[in-house]
């Protein structure tokens, strides 16, 4: 790590009588010029350049250009940037040990050490997102859910315990401690690192990527970073730097407080609508004025974590004293509190009262003017006022609610004429008996109530506001709706010690809200089945219900295959909307229900105080913290009897379905793969705006007719064991039939008709994508995706790029991008393509039946943003040319694509060292 240091900047820092190292800002600024007003994210870029100076990945040059940012307040120069560590989640992470245990194997294929396959930044891998929701509103939800998940996943545990064996610089958090981006605020993030070399301790800012979208919540504690692909993530692991453009930064002025009763949820729907509206994809944005002195670090992580949401690379907010006390209250060592404050004032890296840095662009918000929302019904930017769900949800369906057609019990339609209630098919309810009790489920009900994610479960302030209506509603004799699936899914144990401190657990417990485990759950889309009845219901009748939960991705089919609208919500709103059981009421006005005293009970009756809320919040003390984080990696007793072979490279199972030996690395001693132009590509899918990464790889359940599901059937896998695509991500061959398997996926080559199809071209059939892409791959026909603005947006799924690769797709073509997905097809060496501006599938009149050949490729020409020809050929023969834009974006990428994709660049390396 030493480095050039051609500015001589090397400087020493005594902290409690030790003795640090460290490359100072302040005297890289004699050189570069002044740099206080600097954005603080860019300056933590800068120190990283100062501290990797090795005059070829990174150069004076290099330095001088993010001084030179300040003067034009953007930058087209290329850097390679070094994060200190990198955290992963298990859906993602499985995927990344497979690909690691493949390479080793091919390193042994090839004659080398397989040993010297090995992580060489720190990874800690967090187990969270495996648990479901199978059992819940019942005091032994949380052991049964475990053990049932303990039995689904034991291939992929004993895995994972090999590679925590096997890998050096791996640590493994087990299941049932927590979500791994609390983890890492509440943990394992330090504010500053320190490093170990050459008899030195070196000091700079802790930094890292992960392998989920919503790494971006440790901004909130002053840590630089994002989240990025799993393939971009292995080859940092490796070695290789993460190669960026200076970023744009934008900033985000801070004043005021919130208003009574309005949560840090509100807030960060507030924030996630502004910066969406503003444009931020691929950009920093950095938090600042003097709102932030009372904002607490909790309601920053917050904000830090939906960034995915509103479309940033970061959301981060600059070092100051609540940072440090945030670091205390969590039970990080005195010595690190003490060197991170030390440690940032002598870099310029505090945060001080008017301070006003230069940023490409900013906007304001005065906090009190925040109200209550939800977001949905479909996208976390889609920000509605508390009192406008109802008729959000009713805009959805097409159906609107006239005021004098309440007490005639009728339901009016858009294009006129009501429906008498009762017919099922019309006017949206039915009867239905469960446990010999009859009830009538209805358009808007509220099927799924779920506490949970990381965005607030994170939150003291929101969760204890949770446990105090719950509180306030039992006492009043509420009780939530029979129809209701309501659950609790904490963050980390650090919550259910303070629920029970505060003497709130009861009264969840009574509403159903009973622990059902420690991960991600309903927001990743394990909310696990509704109810026989209610599922055989709502698929009757083809009803329109709802979620309501307290995550941060609400995307078509990603909660519940049956839910077609989902709320965002904050953990309070979560409980009250159980106790109404329906979004088609209104709940800032209407009632929740009546209580013991038959009177009705409202909202505004059961919302606690911000002094009660604070009061329980003060129950939160350092003690807990060290109590649940003292043994992090051991694990329960189920983890620690999982017994794995002591091996450098991994003994492959023909016979698992969970994980098996991936065929990228097949031909990796071969030459070189031959870039050229593709031609007579067929369209697989033609797609319209805002495809996300859960329609491209699904995360949640696994049909039984779908070739995934056929694939298990033929296994001897029965349906109630298929687990989930996410569980699964180690099989490619699950994997790739999952591709484009997304239920609520429109695909345009049909008319737009929802799930994964296709039209193959050449017969006229309809065939299931997976089915279509192996016929056209048996006939060597090329293949190529198209699609709207923002593909590839949610979530960093790495399998998202992979399964394209592995259906034969040589290029997607779209209006944008989403910033992950785009960087994952370079690093699977697909091709990104984007339509000139005012062009796009609609402008061109694409159906899809087009033939199509991709022109001005070639080995030697390959470059950053070059322009290529698209050539349509129509089915009657008539051609045409148009221009598009190629969107590898760095020099660094056009290796990796040459390659065949990143990881095939760094084993290359490895094999020919």
Known sequence: M?????????KTLTVDDRLYHYYSLPDAAKSLGDLQRLPMSLKVLLENLLRWEDGKTVTSGDLSALAHWLKERRSDRE??????RVLMQDFTGVPAVVDLA??????????GDPQRINPLSPVDLVIDH??????????????????????????????LRWGQNAFDNFSVVPPGTGICHQVNLEYLGRTVWTREEDGRTYAFPDTLVGTDSHTTMINGLGVLGWGVGGIEAEAAMLGQPVSMLIPEVIGFKLTGKLREGITATDLVLTVTQMLRKKGVVGKFVEFYGDGLADLPLADRATIANMAPEYGATCGFFPVDQITLDYLRLSGRPQATVKLVEAYCKAQGLWRLPGQEPVFTDALALDMHEVEASLAGPKRPQDRVALGNVSQAFDDFIGLQLKPSSKEEGRLESEGGGGVAVGNADQAGEVSYEHQGQHHVLKNGAVVIAAITSCTNTSNPSVMMAAGLVAKKAVEKGLQRKPWVKSSLAPGSKVVTDYYKAAGL????????FDLVGYGCTTCIGNSGPLDDAIEKAITGTDLTVASVLSGNRNFEGRVHPLVKTNWLASPPLVVAYALAGSVRIDISRESLGDGKDGQPVYLRDIWPSQQEIADAVASVDTAMFHKEYAEVFAGDAQWQAIEVPQAATYVWQDDSTYIQHPPFFDNITGPLPVIEDIKGARVLALLGDSVTTDHISPAGNIKADSPAGRYLRDKGVEPRDFNSYGSRRGNHDVMMRGTFANIRIRNEMLGGEEGGNTLY???????????????????GTPLIVIAGQEYGTGSSRDWAAKGTNLLGVKAVLAESFERIHRSNLVGMGVLPLQFQSGQNRKSLALDGRERVDILGLSQAQV???MTLTLQITREDGRQEQVQVLCRIDTLNEVEYFKAGGILHYVLRQLIAA
Do not use: C, W
């Open 2 to 10: 030493p480095s050039l240091d051609s500015l001589k900047t090397l």
């Open 79 to 84: 850097i390679q940037y070094r994060p200190a």
């Open 102 to 111: 493949a390479m080793r194997a091919a390193m042994a294929k090839a004659g």
């Open 130 to 159: 495996s648990v479901m929701v199978d059992r819940y509103a019942s005091q032994e939800a949380f052991a049964q859910n475990v053990d049932i998940e303990m039995q689904r996943n034991g291939e992929r545990y004993a895995f």
């Open 505 to 512: 657990t009861r009264y969840l417990d009574a509403l159903g």
């Open 761 to 779: 071209v050449p017969t006229g059939e309809k065939l299931a994508i997976y089915d279509a892409a192996m016929r056209y791959q048996a006939d």
């Open 863 to 865: 470059q950053p943003h």
